[in-house]
């Protein structure tokens, strides 16, 4: 095979991974739900083998199970994985926020707010989906700042599990404004220059999401 088609079925298959990933998070592809190989390459206009390579790579990041000859499965997030998701992260954002805290420049303070502005528009709107994805962008924003590529690549499907998790157990109203002021509160303690404030905040933010969480979860 030409290396340019090697080229071409890697491009299918990162984009078929894209597309498939953002079903699963965007509730379209249901937890415990099942889809075949063939249904995938209809609605996404793809060839099998891409779908395959992509299906394997979200199997190995927990996000499905692939069953021979049936298809696959979306994983279900259950009280325990989520609890488990929720503990890492609090564990890995208290650590990166203490080493992000020095790097943190005003202009970056500055995509904070606005990203705090469209947070802001979809609490006012209740359109919890789009607050929950930017939400997931606040966050990743910070880490960011945390200059470790190889961290980073790590947390980001953490990120997202954990969004599969916020998903299925539902954000109410209160929790999203409340989640709105506790951002307000990381950003002010970055504007004040203190580091623990900055700490405290992120910890509490990630501890209160916990507890709404397990509050709402929708058991199988």
Known sequence: MEIQELQKRDNLSEKAYIAIKEMILSGRLK??????????????????????????KLEFEKFLTIVPKQG??????????????????????????????DNIKQSDIEILKESLKIQRKYVECGNV????????????????????????????????RAFMASLKSGEKSKRLYNNLKEHENIIEALEKKDKDAFVEAVEINILNGFINLTGNYQFK
């Open 72 to 101: 696959v499965i979306v994983n279900s997030i259950t009280i325990d994985d989520a609890r488990e998701l929720y503990e890492l992260r609090a564990a890995i954002e208290s650590y990166s926020a203490k080493r992000a805290f």
């Open 31 to 56: 937890q415990g739900e099942a889809i075949s190989i063939n249904s995938m390459t209809e609605i996404l206009g793809i060839s099998r083998t891409p779908i395959t390579n992509a299906c394997q």
């Open 129 to 160: 989906y789009e607050f929950m994805k930017e939400d997931t962008n606040f966050h990743k924003f910070l880490l960011s700042k945390y200059n470790n590529t190889q961290f980073f690549s790590v947390i980001n499907t953490l990120y997202d």
